[in-house]
């Protein structure tokens, strides 16, 4: 079983930034993914950015060009930049990976925009 570490979170102010992070206990192996998903009040989680072992990104079209997924292979992590947010990127957000045939979720993060 795979576990997963999330830190960062907090309050921004519409146009600022945010960066969380996303510890795994092992690195990726081909055909595995991480993933950061995001859920607002009264509904599922959404998907908002995942890589693969490869380093394969891809984004809903949400946050493409304002979001960015990237790794850092010695450790294991996982980070979501986050960059000229609105009110509609609050959220939780959680780490996902998809390691060792299942799906592993994080704690999730509560990210707030606003004023």
């Known amino acids: 079983q795979v576990h997963l570490v999330e830190s960062g979170g907090g309050r921004v102010e519409p146009g600022g930034s945010l960066t969380l992070s996303c510890v795994a206990s092992r690195p990726l192996a081909t055909s595995e993914q991480m993933a950061w998903y995001r859920q607002v009040p009264g509904k599922e989680r959404d998907i908002v950015a995942s890589?693969?072992?490869?380093?394969?990104?891809g984004y809903v079209g949400a946050v493409k060009g304002r979001f960015d997924i990237s790794r850092d292979i010695a450790t294991n992590t996982v980070y979501l930049q986050m960059n000229d947010l609105t009110s509609e990127d609050t959220g939780i957000y959680f780490c996902?990976?998809?390691?060792?045939?299942?799906?592993?979720w994080g704690q999730g993060l509560q990210v707030t925009v606003s004023s």
């Open positions: 996902n990976a998809f390691m060792g045939g299942q799906c592993t």
């Open positions: 890589i693969t072992h490869d380093g394969v990104k």
